[in-house]
């Protein structure tokens, strides 16, 4: 499936007519010229292991070699197909004894009755019993299994096993891991850190889906320039595909990752400003009790400090606490778009005489809600970043953010507690319920609107505000 972008919208109108608020079939219309333009690509497990499969058979094929040693060579060069073509056709003896993969094949003795000496465990084995890599060291089954189950456990680090001999670079290939383990938990283990591996290092436009517990990736494709990196997985995950941290627009990622640095999350950083607070106290006392003395400067100088440190801190808590409520409301919305689509959704169906597909507005309402508090948590980081000394800008950007609050506080008060009296009354199905479902459409459209129009100008920095701070 596909997902991007967002198309050409007029600004927010405060016009609320009814031909204003937009129908249905322009809500539909918006959805489809979204999904047209959409950038990236979300891949399940089977479609990450088909690019997987076609890479290890393109360089097969190439180098003339079998998928084993495919695999190795990629795992070594980190998936890097070309990287590989180049090394090998520069250099294949450099190559081979680098990434371990040996020439030197033992003569296949299975069939004779000999007894060779495993190891490890210092047993005598017959040939048949015994497994070799490509350096020939020779090793009993029973060892070979304890030793790659071992290496499994240990990590990711299995993907490229050595030869058991400890002077041996020899690497072990995926037919022994296949010939070897016969515990499938243990197979699967392996073989998710096989294809993570292919994700991870390898294909630089592809990047797991950072939700804990989530299999799908995402192929951000051509990037074309653009600086939007948001994405939405098919686990309905929406985060940075260039930093991996929630969806952050109209934010970049550098403000993202200075803002969290300053978390106030931290309890040592509550601890800070409580502590700033009471340095100010004792100065201040300090200060009152010495003011008729002499040399107290000292202690002016310290009270000076200590309220500028308070200013700085005051100035952050007023960013920080309207960020952490819009992201608490979001979480909010988030839960009451579960309960509306498990309960509300068929008592409103009941009741209103409409099929729960006719009620997608009420969905879309509630997913553009979500999606505002998102864009609004993030402008008072944003607010927060913005020189002060550029007055005009910030005037203008909090006229912005506080016409952007009003109108997601009416779509969310009609979407709450408006559509919460349709959902509670006992009466036949209201009249009045058509005008609703007209008027939510409109708000839902119309804060649409306003929000990307606002995100586009803060990713432009508020350009086309005319800058006069000297006055």
Not at 368 to 383: D, F, H, N, P
Not at 438 to 458: C, D, M, P, R
Request: charge should be negative.
């Amino acid at each position: 499936m596909l997902y991007t972008g967002s198309g050409e919208e007029n600004l927010y109108s405060e016009h609320t007519a009814e031909s204003d608020y937009g129908t249905e079939e322009d809500m539909h219309n918006d959805s489809t010229l979204k999904r047209a333009q959409l950038s990236y690509v979300v891949l399940k497990e089977e479609e990450i292991c088909e690019h997987q499969k076609a890479d290890v058979e393109q360089v097969s094929t190439v180098l003339l070699i079998n998928q084993v040693e495919a695999i190795i060579l990629l795992l070594h060069y980190q998936w890097g197909s070309s990287k590989v073509e180049d090394e090998w056709f520069t250099d294949e003896d450099r190559v081979r004894k680098t990434v371990g993969i040996l020439k030197e094949h033992v003569v296949d003795l299975n069939n004779q009755e000999v007894n060779t000496e495993c190891e490890i465990c210092v047993e005598s084995y017959l040939h048949k019993e015994i497994a070799t890599v490509s350096c020939g060291h020779p090793f009993c089954k029973n060892c070979w299994t304890s030793y790659i189950t071992e290496k499994i456990n240990n990590g990711p680090g299995c993907l490229m096993i050595k030869c058991p001999e400890p002077s041996c670079s020899a690497v072990v290939g995926q037919d022994m891991i296949d010939k070897f383990i016969t515990i499938e938990e243990d197979k699967e283990k392996y073989y998710r850190y096989f294809l993570r591996s292919y994700v991870k290092e390898g294909r630089n436009n592809i990047k797991w889906c950072p939700s804990p517990g989530c299999v799908y990736a995402v192929d951000f494709g051509t990037r074309n320039g653009t600086e939007n990196y948001d994405v939405t997985c098919l686990c309905s995950y929406d985060f940075c595909w260039n930093c991996s941290e929630d969806a952050h627009r109209p934010v970049n990622c550098d403000m993202v990752s200075k803002w969290i640095t300053k978390h106030i999350m931290n309890p040592k950083t509550r601890l800070g400003y409580l502590r700033i607070e009471s340095l100010v106290q004792t100065a201040t006392v300090i200060s009152r009790r010495t003011k008729d003395f002499e040399g107290d400067d000292e202690t002016k100088i310290k009270r000076k400090r200590a309220k500028r440190v308070k200013r700085t801190i005051d100035r952050y808590m007023h960013y920080y606490v309207r960020w952490a409520n819009n992201q608490s409301s979001r979480l909010k919305a988030m839960e009451d778009l579960k309960e509306l689509q498990a309960v509300q959704l068929e008592k409103l169906s009941v009741k209103q005489c409409f099929s729960q597909t006719q009620l997608q507005f009420t969905v879309d309402a509630w997913l553009q809600i979500i999606e505002c508090r998102r864009v609004l948590k993030w402008t008072y980081a944003y607010g927060y970043y913005l020189p002060r000394e550029e007055r005009t800008k910030k005037q203008f950007f909090e006229y912005l953010q506080g016409e952007a609050e009003v109108g997601l506080e009416r779509l969310h008060h009609c979407a709450e507690e408006e559509l919460q009296h349709f959902v509670d009354e006992t009466d036949d199905p209201s009249t009045d319920f058509d005008d609703f479902r007209k008027k939510l459409i409109g708000l839902t459209k119309v804060t649409k609107t306003y929000f990307e129009n606002l995100v586009k100008a803060l990713e432009n920095d508020l350009a086309d505000v005319a800058v006069d701070d000297s006055k």
